[in-house]
């Protein structure tokens, strides 16, 4: 099982293509209060806050960012036995 | 579905939103704006400030087409465009609006806080912080200072002439969704237009960027200055992507994948049609400035 996680937060330039995608992975819409990724100003820089209460491993929003800050990161399913 | 446009009167703290189909015609950008305040000078015209925010369709769904355009008429009679790039005009296209009108004068310096479901109006006190207003995520501000200026960074430009309506600024948040009626269809547009990066006149940089777009360039933060052909200046994409945004065949794509109507007919008429209403617009603006010094007004 993998997740959506954040390697490069300072690289980020506040485009937040990556937000759009979110929120078009999960449905046919461009709808950034259903994103799961909210991009938020902080001072000079950009902080990439994620909503891991949701399926967030989809390849196209890693892919979307054209700073590299996602990757997948394996976890284990704690309710799988 | 028709875009939206919410009509703000500061004179009296009232607003509305109504339903328009002008942008049928005009696309939006400066083509809609001009239509608009054409409208106005038809219609309900009086003595006082005007200023209009705008956005265009493909605004922040499409790389390099992330700007806005702040028009104002001011009580001079000169219409003044100021272009800037930040979240603004894509955050206002995802709420499906296509406009924010902005009449007359507060008494008192004003603030507004808007959502596509409403206007907040805000008395700027001593202890007034603008970040306090908005949605995180999906807000956008713009003060109007000695620059104008949105997102803390990007700028319109300095005022060519006072803009004397006590409005200090606004915060507007996006509430809302827009179908992709073919997801798949649509990234294929997408990916297409961003292999065309190396057409840009701008190079990859690490500065904020404007909505959407994947270059975050040196220039991001600097006004435009709006010399680009009218259907690029429809769909307020960057002047750096000019060549791409001029082309109809593109555009018509763009305008498919979302499930807008506009024909390529129609686009191969648009740059007519749309000078001829502007030309008719300051005609508008002629009469009335004589008008007005016959009747002693000016």
Redesign the interface.
């Known amino acids: 099982m993998k997740r959506l996680r954040v390697i490069k937060e300072d ?1 980020c ?5 990556c ?2 995608y979110a ?2 992975s999960k449905s ?8 799961f990724v ?4 902080d001072g000079k820089k ?1 902080k990439i ?1 994620l909503d891991q209460g949701t399926k967030t491993d989809y390849p ?1 929003v890693v892919n979307s960012c ?2 590299g800050c996602f990757d997948l990161e394996e976890i284990v399913d704690t309710n799988e036995s | 579905m028709n875009p939206k446009i919410i009509k703000i009167d500061l004179t009296s703290r009232e607003f509305s939103i109504v339903s328009s189909r002008v942008s049928d015609q005009y696309i939006g950008g400066e083509p809609l704006a001009y239509a608009l305040l054409n409208e106005y000078l038809t219609g309900t015209y009086k003595m006082q400030n005007y200023m209009s925010l705008n956005t265009g369709p493909l605004n ?2 499409f790389p390099f087409t992330s700007k806005s355009l702040i028009m104002h008429f001011s009580m001079g009679m000169s219409v003044n465009k100021y272009i800037g790039g930040g ?1 603004l005009g ?2 206002m296209n ?1 709420s499906n609006v296509i406009s924010i009108e902005i009449f007359g004068e507060s008494l008192v310096p004003l603030y507004l806080d808007i959502t596509p479901r409403g206007v907040s109006f805000i008395d700027v006190l001593d202890s007034f912080n603008s970040r306090e207003f908005g ?4 807000r956008s501000s713009v003060l109007f200072k000695k620059t104008i200026i949105s ?2 960074y990007f700028s319109y430009g300095v005022p060519r002439t006072e803009i004397s309506n006590n409005l200090v600024g606004l915060t507007f948040s ?8 073919d ?1 798949d269809a ?2 294929e547009v997408v990916q297409l237009l961003n292999s065309r990066i190396k057409e840009l006149g701008v190079k ?1 940089s ?11 360039c040196a220039l991001s933060h600097s006004p435009e200055s709006g010399n680009s052909p009218l259907l690029p200046r429809s769909l307020l994409s960057c002047v750096y992507a000019e060549s791409i945004y001029r082309d109809i065949p593109t555009v018509f794509s763009c305008f498919s994948v979302l499930g807008l109507g506009y024909t390529h007919d129609f686009l191969e008429s648009f740059s007519d049609m749309s000078g001829e209403m502007i030309k008719n617009t300051y005609n508008k603006i002629e009469e009335l400035k004589i008008k007005n010094s016959i009747t002693g007004l000016l």
């Open positions: 690289s330039i506040g485009c937040k293509i937000a759009l929120s078009l046919d819409k461009v709808d950034l209060d259903s994103s909210k991009i938020v100003r950009f806050l196209v054209p700073r | 922040g769904l979240s894509s955050l995802f949605l995180t995520g999906r997102d803390e996006a509430v809302g969704e827009v179908p992709i009626p997801r649509y990234w990859k690490n500065s904020p960027s404007c909505l959407g777009c994947p270059v975050g």
